[in-house]
Nanobody, 119 residues
């Protein structure tokens, strides 16, 4: 089992900043990539940003230039720095880890952290 502990969500005013963190622990095997997704009521979960173990990143068009994903491989932790936040960024943000354990792929999700952008 992989445990993901997320932190950093909350209420922020438009154009403000927040930093999300997600630490992976447990039987993680070899992590391939870590990332963040978000979901609002009635909508499908959507990709925000991902980063591979080699540092290759991928961002949703809607967050490019505003959000930055990074990771600390030694701590198995991924971060999402969110700047210039907009009300449409309001969502539950989920941490995701993809890896290999005992020659099998796995895909683990955190419980989610609420981000609310409002004045």
């Amino acid at each position: 089992q992989v445990q993901l502990v997320e932190s950093g969500g909350g209420l922020v005013q438009p154009w403000g900043s927040l930093r999300l963190s997600c630490a992976a622990s447990g039987n993680i095997g070899s992590i391939v990539s870590m990332g963040w997704y978000r979901q609002t009521p009635g909508k499908q979960r959507e990709l925000v940003a991902t980063i591979t173990i080699y540092g290759n990143t991928n961002y949703a068009d809607s967050v490019k230039g505003r959000f930055t994903i990074s990771r600390d491989n030694a701590k198995n932790t991924v971060y999402l720095q969110m700047n210039s936040l907009k009300p449409e960024d309001t969502a539950v943000y989920y941490c995701n880890v993809k890896g290999v354990r005992y020659y099998r792929d796995y895909d683990s999700w955190g419980q989610g952290t609420q981000v609310t952008v409002s004045s």
